[in-house]
């Protein structure tokens, strides 16, 4: 089985589609580094919805998530972005951890993983 790879760089592609299953790299907020942590999650997963589009999926979709926090008490911060975005009876299993992230000015790390839809 062929793998797709979409958004090629040297380091690694921003998602992998493997037979009927998507995976996205941790996405970070590129569009709102240093902001809140809801202006991040937003933009992240604005981000992701671009790049389950491209692989031919949608958010309906989701799998999987695992999120990435830099501090844990911004947890219901981005939350209440989360619950706005994903669609009711459509959620996916999700897991959440305070981690130190790779660059300070990002707070929220967020990869899913999705069927193609």
Known sequence: MALKRIQVGERMSQVVVHGNTVYTAGQVAQGAPGASASDQTRDI???????????????????SATIWLS?????????????AWVMPGDTPTRACVESKLAAPQFTVEIAVIAALG
Request: avoid cysteine; charge should be negative.
């Open 71 to 83: 501090d844990i008490s911004t947890f219901n911060e981005m939350n209440e972005v989360w619950d």
């Open 45 to 63: 997963l604005s981000r992701i919805d671009g790049l389950l589009s491209e692989a031919g999926t949608d958010k309906s979709q989701l799998i």
